[in-house]
């Protein structure tokens, strides 16, 4: 058991001044997940299980009085719910997300289509070809597992005739129909932040039938012209990392998810997604799994963030984690590494927010071994120390610890909140943390050596 348990992760004395920052608002915490949207049209495409609701982006956006006409950040836009959000109101929106897939399903949800373009274009796709079974072998062995043969079969086949379309917006909406049929046609399901293989019976599948019907929905709901993005309402969708897209358009708020430190690797729970819609290798796939945020055990340190300086309560937790019994050596390293790249998130986010813009930041605890550790107020901290003021930490969830955790560490709650806060315009650079040069120059280098990017930071 681990030796100094139990650990206070609030009121240690170290976050004295961001504790007083936190509120608590248990109603906010079903916007925390994307249950509230299951059946909003467009939303619903394709479960998207890591993502908040729409309710939460567009109560900020009423909150912060943000109206038509502005832009909004969301540097992690996994299913693309701020962009679409901020769309339906009117706001345009620029997202970035390291995984191919999320930008795709982003793109589609967020653009406006000809529904008579896209219903005659369905009534003339072949939806009923098979690739040749020999094809299979040269296919990945977890595609060849996952699925029936002759399901795989088809599957593949639909892809190829969804890849002749000439329009890339069109192929896109059909290739992401297809991509929510996955689970269903699989013997996969996403559960847990994994993606776990279970018995299903699959024999009576139609996976044509099943992609039509998918594809007619997604139409139908954009002839409802109420949830579709307005006209002249952008929402620019590019694949990036949110640890360097510190250059573009200013924008007036940031509200965003980063991936909690839980140990969930996206490129795992969408591995089928990403060999079957990204057309990626297992090679590509696990290039990208070590380019991942630090927020899973496999992800590698790619950038330094020069001159961040850990704060006084994650050093300690660190410290006591070190002395305990982790099951995963790995996990120190990848806490430690999970808040130097959410110090770089942070700065490259601030660099594209407006004076006296908002950032909202949705965040999760995290428990390991017993060990609490306090994402909200270490997170608000750093921001705090590069100059961005703390505004609220408004907890909306808190969950208890497993009764076997119970019995072994005693009674710990994680909280699940969101972070918001203010770049103020009287910021000054003395308030930051060593490191950042009089002229305000950060240096990013890549782990192997060379310069990455060298960022001014002005506010
Ligand atoms: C919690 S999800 C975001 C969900 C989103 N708020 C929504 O409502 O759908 C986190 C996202 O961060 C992405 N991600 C992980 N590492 C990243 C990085 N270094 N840069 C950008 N995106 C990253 C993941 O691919 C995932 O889509």
Redesign the pocket.
Known sequence: MPSCLPLVVYNDGTNASLDTKLTWNLNLGRLFG?AADRDEPIYRWFP?R???SRHLVQDLLAEWQIGSGATIL?????????LLASGQKGINSIG????PF?VLLSRVKTRRYDTTALRRVLDQLRLDVDVDVSFLDEKPAFLRKAFPPDVLCRVLGMRESICQITNGSIRDFFLVALLSCLESLSFTTKTGGFLRFVAKDLSFVDPTQMVRSAALAMIEDLELASCTMPEGVRADVRL????LHSRGKVCEALI?????PNRHD?TRIYLLELLIGSSMSESEIKSLRY???R?HVEARQQIRAVGYQRPAALERILDCMAQGNLNNSGLLRMIAGYFE?MHLCLVASARRLRSGGRIAFVVSNARFGGHCIPVDTILAEIGQGLGLKVLDIRVGRVRGNSPQQMGRFGRAESRESIIIWEKDSQSRLGRMQSGWTASGTCAYSSCKGGLQEQVTWKI
């Open positions: 994307p998207f890591h993502s908040f969301d540097p992690f836009c996994g299913g693309g719910t701020t970035y997300d390291i995984l999320s990036g990392d949110a640890r965003t998810s980063p991936p909690y996206y380019r991942t945020l927020s790249d």
